[in-house]
Structure formats: structure tokens, C-alpha cells
């Protein structure tokens, strides 16, 4: 592995092109030299999962009881809004991302992915959109429509996913999970466990989809053989979308979903399970993608953003991945499609749990807690 780590790092310094099987794990430490600080915008969150701005500066936070709060430019925590679908609050699930619809501006409209409660004990990964009323503390999502729903049902509290982004096309992408003790279901295209999800913003199917046409598969699916995504973002720069996916002990993995093609999930993986045993058949399979890059051991990631601000332009490009388990951001140095440089932020600091640029060229973040922040980071 330590040949084939070295030999694509030298051909992505080199602009070369790699083959199939080089995968970087351990990229080259980098160190931001321009002091930042970071600043709590607001705190008193219970368990903040997702973030938006509005077009006024305003935000949008999630918070996985199954509240949606807007926050003032002070700061401020509105009421929770009314209207929020009911949510299943408890284990990893309850309500999950949120996404503004790409023209806000004239429809309104707010879209939110959530573990949705389906009767006789078991829940599913769900997106409904509903339009933005009022306006802080009276504020209410109304018309609220389910759009999307992971089948089958699943009685569990692990592995939901789950990421919302809008391609430039206007399509959504929401990412799932496998649900933990149905992993073997990531490879089955009759469900839509351990996949990438893609429809139009009503949850129609759009016709280009890869498995549209193939008998008994879910047209819903842009790619699979996913664990458990829960970082997503397009790249500014490719319009590409980029995904990042839990390991088990080791293996999360950074993903660059294609159409139709699989992920590998339970079959290949670079990490072990939990007791220790080894997964599946290996690291690699004819027939199934490599990751871009990843983590041994996990750094359990959660939320990512590609920084296009200006306040530290050494950052400019770079993707920055929350990290729960280890507590910190990690930045990761891009050449096109490699990485080629790591650096951990933050560390000790807190479960980050989101990532995103903000309007004003700083980088936010949410910390997951009972007593979760807002955090900023800008120059010091």
C-alpha cells in the first residue's frame, strides 16, 4: 500500500494520470500559516445537524430532535419553526439535513431529510420540502410534501445518511445510509439502502438517471454500494458531486459518485468490523471503484465544504471534512481530483458536525452536543 500511496502522490504532483487501484491514504501534513480564530456565533443547540443561509445572512439550523431554528445576525435562536414533519428522535436518527432550494429567492422553498416514522415500529430515510412563512419567531414551513422515501422500511436508529445538494442542473442528490445490520442491501438495486439518490426537486425521476430502464431496480439510484454518507457537496470547480462515507474500524471514504457505478459496500472496504474480523472479500474487486482517498483509522466524517471565500486565500479550493470521532476539521489540499496534502484543525475541540462557507467568506461549522455552537472561523 506504501508503494502505491508514493506512486500516486508523485503522479498527481506530476499532473499524471493514476491508475485505477492508486489510492493516497496518509496525503503529506500541511500547516495553515495565516492565524484564524474562531468565534462562537451562537450556542444552546441540541444536537445541530444541518445549516443553510439565507439570502439575508440569516441561517437555518436542524437540530435532530426535530426542531428547525432560524438564527439572527446576533446570533439569536428563533422558536422552533412550526410545520417541521414528525420525526424518529433517537439513536443517529431524527432530523438531518436541510438545503435551500437553488431560486429561494421567488419559491420559498426549504427542503429537509429526516428519519421519518412509518408504522409498526420501523422508519425510513425521508426529504420533504415545504415553503418559508413568516418570519422569526412566527416563521412556519407550510405545503410541507414528502418527496422522497428510502424503501423499504426499516425497524433501526443507525446509518440514515444523510445529505441534501442540489446539482447545477437543478437535481438533487441525497445520500443514505445502509441502516447498519441490513448492509448487505447496498448492493441490491431494489432498494435504496447504501446509495446516492437522484431527483428532481418535486421527487420525480429524472429520465438520464443510470438505472431508469434496468428491471427491478430503483430509478431513483445514481450510484451504490455506499455505508453510510453523511458529507456531500458539489465542487465549485467541476460541478461534481463529492461524498464522504463512514467507515467501520477504518475505511472512511472520500468518493466521487458516478453514474450507475458501485462503491463496493460490504464487499470492499479498507476498514474491519468493530469485533475486529475482516469485511467482505478485500480491499478491491473488478467491477467495483476505489475511493479518492481515505482514513485508517476513522476519523468518523460528518459534513464538508470546498472553501470559496477570500479571507484566507491559502484555503481557497481546499475541502474541509467535520470530524466526530476525532474531534476536529480536517482540510484536505486538492490537485484536480487528488489530494495531496492534509491538515487536522481544531483538534480536541468538539464533534464537528457540519461544514459550510458562509456569505462573508468565513468558514462555519456546527458542533454536535446537548449544548451544540455555531461556530466562525476567520483571520485573526
Excluded at 443517529?92 to 421567488?106: E, S
Aim: charged share 20%; with cysteine.
Amino acid at each position: 500500500m506504501r508503494i502505491m500511496k508514493s506512486a500516486a502522490l508523485a503522479a498527481a504532483l506530476a499532473g499524471c494520470t493514476l491508475p485505477a487501484f492508486a489510492v493516497i491514504t496518509d496525503a503529506p501534513a500541511q500547516k495553515t500559516k495565516q492565524p484564524f480564530k474562531v468565534e462562537t456565533f451562537a450556542r444552546g443547540l441540541v444536537h445541530p445537524w444541518g445549516l443553510a443561509f439565507l439570502p439575508d445572512g440569516r441561517l437555518l439550523v436542524t437540530e435532530r430532535p426535530g426542531r428547525v431554528r432560524i438564527v439572527g445576525k446576533d446570533g439569536r435562536l428563533s422558536e422552533p419553526l412550526r410545520g417541521v414533519p414528525a420525526v424518529v428522535a433517537g439513536g443517529q436518527g431524527g432530523l438531518l439535513d436541510v438545503a435551500l432550494d437553488p431560486d429561494f429567492a421567488r419559491t420559498r422553498l426549504v427542503y429537509l431529510s429526516y428519519s421519518e416514522p412509518r408504522g409498526s415500529g420501523t422508519n425510513g430515510t425521508s426529504v420533504a420540502r415545504g415553503k418559508l412563512e413568516g418570519d422569526g419567531d412566527a416563521a412556519s414551513l407550510a405545503d410541507v410534501k414528502v418527496i422522497f422515501r428510502q424503501e423499504p422500511a426499516f425497524s433501526g436508529s443507525l446509518h440514515f445518511g444523510s445529505r441534501l445538494a442540489f446539482a447545477r442542473d437543478g437535481n438533487l442528490f441525497v445520500t443514505t445510509g445502509e441502516r447498519f445490520h441490513g448492509k448487505e442491501r447496498a448492493q441490491d438495486l431494489g432498494t435504496h439502502f447504501g446509495k446516492v439518490i437522484r431527483i428532481r426537486p418535486d421527487g420525480s425521476v429524472p429520465p438520464d438517471n443510470p438505472l431508469v430502464n434496468k428491471s427491478g431496480a430503483r430509478p431513483e439510484i445514481w450510484s451504490y454500494g455506499h455505508r453510510n454518507v453523511q458529507a456531500a457537496a458539489i465542487n465549485p470547480s467541476s460541478g461534481k458531486l463529492w461524498t464522504i462515507e463512514h467507515g467501520a474500524r477504518g475505511g472512511d471514504e472520500v468518493n466521487i459518485p458516478s453514474a450507475g457505478k458501485n462503491y463496493g459496500w460490504p464487499v470492499i472496504t479498507y476498514g474491519r468490523d468493530y469485533s475486529g474480523l475482516k469485511i467482505g472479500e478485500g480491499t478491491s474487486k473488478a467491477g467495483m471503484e476505489q475511493p479518492l482517498y481515505y482514513w485508517d483509522p476513522s476519523i468518523a466524517p460528518s459534513g464538508m465544504a470546498f472553501y470559496t471565500g477570500n479571507l484566507i486565500p491559502e484555503w481557497k479550493g481546499n475541502l474541509f471534512v467535520g470530524a466526530l470521532a476525532g474531534r476536529s476539521l480536517h482540510r484536505l489540499v486538492l490537485n484536480g481530483e487528488t489530494v495531496v496534502g492534509e491538515e487536522a484543525l481544531l483538534q480536541g475541540l468538539d464533534r464537528i458536525r457540519d461544514v459550510r462557507n458562509g456569505p462573508d467568506g468565513a468558514l462555519w461549522l456546527l458542533t454536535d452536543s446537548p449544548q451544540g455552537r455555531i461556530l466562525r472561523l476567520a483571520p485573526q
